[in-house]
Each structure stands twice: as C-alpha cells, then as structure tokens.
T-cell receptor, first 117, second 113 residues
C-alpha cells in the first residue's frame, strides 16, 4: 500500500529558530499533500493544502509567512515553522493520496512532535 | 454545512464486546466516508471506508453502516480487543477536485482486558 514518510518524528528547538519537517510519498507520486496540526486529545486541524509546482493554499487563520510550505517535487512536501514560539509546539501530520488508483483514501505520515523551548 | 459530528467522545468496552461509534454529516455533496485509527504519538491509519452507493461494508471485525437519508454512518468493531484501544476519527469528503477531509472530533476507545 501507499506509504508516506515524515521526518523528523520529534524535534526540540529554541524559541526564535526555524524548523523544517519533510513529508515524502515513498511509492507513489502525490500532486497534492495536506498538512495538519493536532493538539492533545483533539481532532486534526487542516493547516494547508500543498500543491506540487504551485503555491500552497492555507486555511483561514493559518499564517502563511509563519508556516512555509514547499512542494517542489511529486514526492516531497516540506513545512517550515519559522521563528518558532512555544505556542507552535504541537503534533504536525502530513497526508497524501496515490492518485493513480481508485482508492480515495489519504495516507498519513507518522507525525512530527515539535516542542519549542 | 461542513461539520461532521462524532459521538461518543469516549467509550469503554469489555474485551469481546461490540464498539459502536457514530457520525453525522450535513453536506449532501460528500461521497466518501473513511474511518481512521490513531494510536498515541502516531499518524492516523485508514481503517475502512464507504461510499454512498452501499449501506454496509465489512472488513474483518470492522463494519461501516451507512444511512444516506439520515446522513449518518457508524463504525462497528466486533469482538473488541485491548489492541483496538485507540482514538477513532470519522471523516467525510467529496471525491471530485482537491477534496479535503472534514474530520469528526474523535472517539477514544478503551477495551478492557
């Protein structure tokens, strides 16, 4: 089945620094990937839709200058949290779909736990 | 119109019992309804999904029941096991365009040994 690899799984950074999270589709090409944020014991909150070769589409209330998304190839999307602050600490998850087949389900990465100190 | 309401928020079931989680949607344009299972510290994993042309889909111990007229769907876990203890999310989406999932709020299931 489709596999989405997300790296790193955990990262601790100092306040004011930037952190990059990678999301790769290992065995399929993904023209669209999604980035989510999840707070403890809560549902997934869609942050943005990452489109290969074009600008990401951000959900209302998500700062595009703070959460930079780049989808430079059909297998890689990156999320960079710029000038991170403690309130950015969260669980970030990406997802993608293999558009070649009839399966409409999205495969999720294993998530990245970001802690800003 | 875009909400998906999920209940219960938490559920405790004895080993061997049936776990039932319910979801209701509003947008009649939705035509894909997946269920995801999430363990702590992990990303969600697709469990089972259904489209509105069928009323039920079964995969092993997991069954989705779908009621199009009521705009409701549910997940049934038969013979629940301690290993099923996780958070379950329902979702709804369209299958045209760049379809985004609308997730339910999640159900924390605990299966007692």
């Amino acid at each position: 089945g489709a596999v989405v690899s997300q790296h790193p799984s955990r990262v601790i950074c100092k306040s004011g620094t930037s952190v990059k999270i990678e999301c790769r589709s290992l065995d399929f090409q993904a023209t669209t990937m999604f980035w989510y944020r999840q707070f403890p014991k809560q549902s997934l909150m869609l942050m943005a839709t990452s489109n290969e070769g074009s600008k990401a589409t951000y959900e209302q209330g998500v700062e595009k200058d703070k959460f930079l998304i780049n989808h430079a190839s059909l297998t890689l999307s990156t999320l960079t949290v710029t000038s991170a602050h403690p309130e950015d600490s969260s669980f970030y998850i990406c997802s993608a779909r293999d558009s070649r087949g009839p399966n409409y389900g999205y495969t999720f990465g294993s998530g990245t736990r970001l802690t800003v100190v | 119109q875009q909400q998906v309401k999920q209940s219960p928020q938490s559920l405790i079931v004895q080993k061997g019992g049936i776990s039932i989680i319910n979801c209701a949607y509003e947008n009649t344009a939705f035509d894909y309804f997946p269920w995801y299972q999430q363990f702590p510290g992990k990303g969600p994993a697709l469990l089972i999904a259904i489209r509105p042309d069928v009323s039920e889909k079964k995969e092993g111990r997991f069954t989705i029941s779908f009621n199009k007229s009521a705009k409701q769907f549910s997940l049934h876990i038969m013979d629940s096991q301690p290993g099923d203890s996780a958070t379950y999310f329902c979702a709804a989406s369209k299958t045209s365009g760049t379809y985004k999932y609308i997730f339910g709020t999640g159900t924390r299931l605990k299966v007692l040994a």
